[in-house]
Structures are given as C-alpha cells and as structure tokens.
C-alpha cells in the first residue's frame, strides 16, 4: 500500500538547523509531486513548499522563503526538507503528503508526521 | 492570497443526524477552462495525519464512505455527512489549490451533542 514515512525531526535551537526526510513506498515515487505541510501545535494546516516529480518547478510558502529547501531523491523514493535559520515560529508538526501527477493539486496520503520543535 | 473561511468554527450533532460545513474562498476557485473548482476536503482525526475526502469539490475519494459529500461552486462550498457515526468526530479543512500559495480554511471540529 502507499506509504510516506517521515524521519529527522526534533529539538533545536533557535538558528539552528534540521534536516526532514520523507520515505515513499507503494507507488511510483518519480511520477508525482510532493508537498511539505506544517500543523503548529492545536493550529491549522499550512504549505510549506513543494516540488515537481523531476525536481522542478519548486515552490515555497514566504514564510520560508531563503530559509529552507526542499528536494527529493527519486533513485532512493526520498523527499527532503533543509530547514536553516530555524525560529520558534517554525515550531509544528511537518507532514510530507503526495500531489498528482500532472500537478500538486489534491493532496493524499500524507506521512504521520515528524515534530520539529524550536526554543532554547 | 486567496483566504478561505470555514463556518462553524465547532458543530455538535446528534449521532445520525446531518452535519454541514461551509466553506468561502474570498475568490473564485472555479477554471472555466475545465469546467473545475479546485477545492478539496480533508479530515483528520485526533492523533492522525489528514486525510483526503473530496476533491474537485464533488468527487469523493475512493474508499470515503458515501455519507460524505461536496458540493458548491465559485465561492461557496459545502462538506455534508447526511448521518453522523461516532468516527466522524475530527477537524475537517478546506484547501484551495487554483492559485499558490495553496492555503486551508481555519478548520471545524465535529463532536457529537
């Protein structure tokens, strides 16, 4: 079955950084586009970037613009975020979800998530 | 940006009953072109990740049972679960993807009264 399984999240330090990885299984990893999305503890759901099947074209919500970096690694069914100059703003659960084919449009499934927690 | 808004915040419904949630894009999400609005519903429950219901605001995900469905145009749209079953109870969103940033509504939360 379809899998995203998310890892590499944890505690650090504002400035910090963190590296997210997101692992797909059950399905044709390089045909699709693929989505970070973040949930702020108790808050709603908010795009973070995404990317096209091939690595282009690449998007990225402004509130990490310049900060973070999303690519994928479609030899090892990997997604990946680098995430620099972390804040306490950024704070929240990232989840990697799968778009379509032809576009990002709907999004489904979604990993479990990994936290990322920010603060000194 | 385009801004959707969800109503209500919360609902409580009866077990078996209907419950409605609205949502509103402060712009059209309707392309002409395709004769498509591009709105989607997720769900999610407490603990778990989202998960699609609908899309193309009408069309139900496979699997989704069919006590869910979408309907609306343009700006209005409208998530219905015709009887409400104990494992409905979550937050459900609304997610525009016609124009970037994609953006969700704020999220409501089903309980049951």
């Known amino acids: 079955q379809v899998q995203l399984v998310e890892s590499g999240g944890g505690l650090v330090k504002p400035g910090g950084s963190l590296r997210l990885s997101c692992t797909a299984s059950g399905f044709t990893f390089n045909d699709y586009y693929m989505i970070w999305i973040r949930q702020a503890p108790g808050k709603g759901l908010e795009w973070v970037s995404y990317?096209?099947?091939?690595?282009?074209?690449?998007h990225y919500a402004d509130s990490v613009k310049g900060r973070f970096t999303i690519s994928r690694d479609n030899a090892k069914n990997s997604l990946y975020l680098q995430m620099n100059s972390l804040r306490a703003e950024d704070t929240a659960v990232y989840y990697c979800?799968?778009?379509?084919?032809?576009?990002?449009?709907?999004?489904?499934?979604w990993g479990q998530g990994t936290l990322v927690t920010v603060s000194s | 940006d385009i801004v959707m808004t969800q109503s209500p915040d919360s609902l409580a419904v009866s077990l078996g009953e209907r419950a409605t949630i609205n949502c509103k894009s402060s712009q059209s999400v309707f392309y002409s072109s395709n004769n498509k609005n591009y709105l989607a519903w997720y769900q999610q429950k407490p603990g778990q990740p989202p998960k699609l219901l609908i899309y193309w605001a009408s069309t139900r995900e496979s699997g989704v049972p069919d006590r869910f469905s979408g309907s609306g145009s343009g700006t209005d749209f409208t998530l219905t679960i015709s009887s409400l079953q104990a494992e409905d109870v979550a937050d459900y969103y609304c997610?525009?993807?016609?124009?970037?940033?994609?953006?969700f509504g704020q999220g409501t939360t089903v309980e049951i009264k």
């Open positions: 997610e525009q993807y016609y124009g970037l940033p994609y953006t």
């Open positions: 979800a799968r778009g379509q084919v032809s576009s990002v449009w709907y999004l489904g499934p």
């Open positions: 990317i096209g099947s091939s690595g282009t074209p690449i």
